[in-house]
């Protein structure tokens, strides 16, 4: 009989870390080792399936349901409790109602939901350790087991692992259930509710490699070889002290998270672990002509971890890591692997629109290639532990992480918020968060915190900075300042290794020469605050009908525009670089419309470079414009059609890569412009007039012609057209497309300002998930099948039923329009053998 093999499609992105089989670990050959789920021990399974769930406390609608006793226990009646599977956000499928806050968008996430599941576990595997791993659960997570109390984590951005082994019915019929109230918590943004991150289950020895039990560094790099130091931690649950033996291997990490060469070996470790402790062997080795991790070209590896006892093998962990040097310097900039690297990135919330909270892998890897295609090479998890899976995507597909923890301390923003947790929690969580993620290549700074009400307590600051770096010391702790003149006056950012720097940088000079920071690096940790709707263009007033003028002029008191940030970005060229609020809308914090919030329909923010749908706005080609210097392009603002117009001034403005430009309108030159140095960052024809027809503009660069654009007056809108973000999903997974709708006239230009309403159909074994169009202002549920366009354009996600083979094809009608339609094959992972 052959040996098993997966066959995957080719462009599959392999998110899920490598485990091997034990056939491959014992015979070193990397040809044997094959994908698998996660990180960590070989055992790990997820244990997302089959869940119920029942919401108490407050309800969708605003009424609420009183919280029986008993939830907890095995025998609980639960046939009529809704089945499903996780993540799951409980919040996020509404209502949306006008009553509740804007800034947690209008959705009724407080409220107290139970989970349960019933599962067995082997008879055989009695004498093994069980673990239960929530990579988050919004918030304040209690759980039982078959009625037993087993523990709590509070923090719902946390990921925390239970020990389920004392309370298991081995061989019999086992009842999980997990108590979750955000009816006590609250937040500035839209936080989600539920079980909303992956859960798994875990079966070990008694002697095994600890929760998140490895730490690789790679201190030294050259071409010819680095150096790879490595700490692992085993721990003795058994009832007798052993003497164990710890091997590990490092092999190549392809695009497919499936091994490859094996590149070097560590020395064994022989160790004593005492019956309940914890013990942590360091070893080191070298890699020949080691491939680094970078941004341009993310090379990983694994180090494959195998403890012995008499010979035999008790466990099996993996960690993948990547080879890469990080400098941070006052004057020469942030340096990756030696070579200087301008930070260009984005801050972005947890949510992923209408989604909601709940994680999706395809669902962020969307996110992070439209991003990736603007040039935004760095991400800031604002402001909490963000979802393993970003790491993972940002590990292989090149993106530099500023990690984060909390956007409070001791001194809360809200009565509810971190600040009741502070006191016994915020070691814990910090731990929690640096144990999991330091061996993520990408990940490069730590964040303490974002705009603390304490960021000028001095004390507090060295704390929370020196937890971190006893856990890591290989990376710079940093905090984000919104009152960074007078943190660095009281002398509190002294105890951070990096300044991050939130808008206002009027005293850079100062403290460039102050001796406390003139060698401690800046950054401009959070930049711009831009607000704009995609699509919409006003004259005289930016803010019109709960929407915002995208000239991308607008932005609140505390905020600059992108291209004062530049500017700001040019004068001091020293600065690593910058984080602009936001990369993508989000859910919740609609400024400015959030201080009327009762009459505000307005439901999420405005900052995002793109839209909620994962459109991208105007702003989306003035970064790009700057971020690829090297990318011919050009982009015009506004559309052109305003019938209402015709003869009256309408300003039109230019995005390009390139230097000099000439505007024309309907073949007439409207004169050439060219770009300060340092001073300008769009070039601007503000005494156009308007007439119909096409405005075309011819961008140069260093004299030569360098990149088009071209807008013209569109024609009634006669059909509807959909484009899909992959033709191929996976349907034993959950794999999501993205299908596009434009509104087009007869010439296939898409229609601005057309608002047809649009319903979705599907025909085949999936299902439509999701809908949405980008406007802030929609109170119509993600889960509806009919939603009007907003300004040409709308959005369909859909899935494949489990398991499914075939195709499925998603139709779009509007009444009056042509109907489109596409087609989506579905696939599955073929195992030989099986």
């Not at 850079?508 to 800046?522: E, F, H, K, L």
Request: a neutral charge; glycine letters at 8%.
């Amino acid at each position: 009989m052959k040996t098993g093999y997966l066959m995957l499609k080719t462009s599959i992105p392999a998110l899920a870390m490598l485990v091997f089989t034990m056939a491959a670990t014992l015979a070193g050959q990397a040809q044997n080792l094959q994908p698998i789920v996660r990180m960590g021990a070989l055992s790990t399974q997820s244990f997302d399936a089959r869940w119920l769930f029942s919401r108490f406390g407050l309800q969708a609608d605003g009424t609420s349901v009183a919280e029986s006793a008993g939830l907890e226990m095995p025998d609980l009646n639960d046939a009529t409790w809704r089945k499903l599977d996780l993540p799951h956000d409980w919040a996020v499928e509404g209502p949306f109602r006008i009553e509740l806050r804007g800034e947690t968008g209008k959705l009724p996430y407080q409220g107290i939901g139970w989970y349960r599941k019933h599962f067995t576990v082997a008879a055989e595997d009695a004498g093994k350790q069980v673990f239960i791993d929530f990579d988050g659960a919004m918030a304040y997570a209690k759980v039982w087991l078959n009625g037993n109390y087993v523990g709590t984590w509070p923090y719902g951005y946390s990921s925390f692992r239970m020990d389920l082994t004392p309370f298991l019915n081995f061989g019999g019929k086992n009842v999980l259930a997990v108590r979750l109230d955000t009816e006590k918590w609250e937040s500035r943004w839209y936080p989600g509710a539920g079980i909303y991150r992956h859960v798994w289950l875990i079966k070990t020895n008694p002697v095994h490699v600890g929760h998140w039990g490895t730490y690789i560094t790679t201190p030294q790099i050259s071409d010819a070889s680095a150096l790879v130091k490595m700490d692992v931690t085993v721990d003795n649950q058994g009832k007798t002290p052993v003497e164990a033996t710890i091997r590990t291997q490092i092999f190549e990490l392809d695009i497919q998270n499936k091994p490859g060469a094996k590149v070097a070996s560590f020395n064994e470790s022989i160790i004593k672990a005492e019956a309940g402790s914890s013990t942590t062997a360091t070893t080191q080795t070298t890699i020949l002509k080691p491939k680094r991790w970078d941004i341009i070209s993310p090379n990983r590896y694994v180090a494959q971890t195998s403890v012995r006892i008499n010979g035999k093998v008790v466990d099996i962990y993996n960690t993948p890591f990547g080879a890469r040097t990080i400098e941070f310097t006052a004057r020469n900039g942030f340096l990756l692997n030696g070579r200087q690297v301008a930070v260009q990135g984005t801050c972005n919330h947890h949510d992923l629109g209408a989604l909601g909270a709940a994680i999706n892998t395809s669902a962020l890897r969307r996110q992070l290639m439209i991003l990736k295609d603007m040039g935004c090479n760095s991400l800031r998890t604002s402001h909490n532990p963000p979802a393993p899976e970003l790491l993972e995507l940002a590990d292989q597909m090149g993106f530099l992480v500023w990690d984060e923890a909390f956007d409070c301390w001791k001194t809360g923003k809200r009565k509810l918020d971190y600040n009741q947790l502070y006191d016994e929690w915020h070691e814990k969580d910090l731990k929690a968060l640096v144990r999991r993620d330091r061996n993520n290549p990408s990940v490069f700074i730590w964040s303490i915190g974002n705009e603390v009400m304490d960021q000028q307590n001095v004390e507090m600051t060295k704390h929370l900075a020196d937890i971190v770096r006893g856990e890591d010391p290989t990376r710079p702790v940093s905090n984000g300042y919104n009152d960074a003149d007078n943190s660095r006056d009281v002398g509190s950012a002294v105890g951070v290794d990096l300044m991050g720097v939130n808008y206002n940088f009027s005293q850079q000079a100062r403290w460039d020469s102050d001796p406390r920071y003139m060698n401690m690096p800046t950054i401009g940790s959070e930049t711009s605050s831009c607000v704009t709707s995609r699509g919409e263009y006003f004259f005289g007033n930016d803010y019109q009908n709960w929407q915002i003028s995208s000239y991308d002029l607008t932005k609140p008191d505390w905020g600059c525009t992108p291209d004062d940030q530049f500017r700001v970005n040019a004068k001091f060229p020293h600065l690593l670089g910058e984080y602009v609020w936001t990369g993508f809308d989000y859910l919740g914090e609609p400024t400015p419309y959030n201080s009327d919030e009762t009459n505000s329909p307005s439901r999420s923010s405005y900052f995002g470079i793109v839209d909620l749908a994962g459109f991208p706005k105007d702003r989306f080609y003035l970064y790009q414009s700057q971020w690829r210097p090297d990318l011919p392009m050009a982009h015009i603002l506004p559309h052109w059609n305003w019938k209402e117009r015709i003869g009256q001034i309408t300003p039109v403005h230019v995005y390009t890569s390139g230097d000099e430009a000439e505007l024309f309108v309907n073949g007439k030159s409207q004169g050439r412009k060219a770009m300060r140095l340092g001073q300008d960052f769009r070039l601007v024809w503000d005494s156009v007039r308007y007439e119909p027809g096409k405005v075309e503009v011819i961008a140069y660069k260093n004299g030569k012609k360098w990149a088009t654009d071209v807008v013209k007056t569109t024609g009634k809108p006669v059909r509807l057209t959909l484009t899909a973000n992959q033709k191929t999903i996976f349907s034993d997974r959950p794999d999501l497309a993205y299908i596009t709708v434009q509104v087009q006239d007869k010439e296939g230009f898409t229609v601005p300002r057309s608002h047809p309403l649009i319903r979705f159909e599907i025909e085949g074994p999936g299902e439509i998930v999701a809908t949405d169009n980008g406007d802030a202002t929609s109170f119509v549920p993600f889960q509806s099948h009919e939603r009007e366009a907003f300004n040409g354009l709308a959005l369909a996600i859909v899935k494949a039923k489990k398991n499914a083979g075939g195709r499925i094809i998603v139709k779009a009608s509007s009444n009056g329009l042509q109907m489109g339609t596409t087609t989506i094959e579905l696939l599955q992972i073929i195992r030989n053998n099986e």
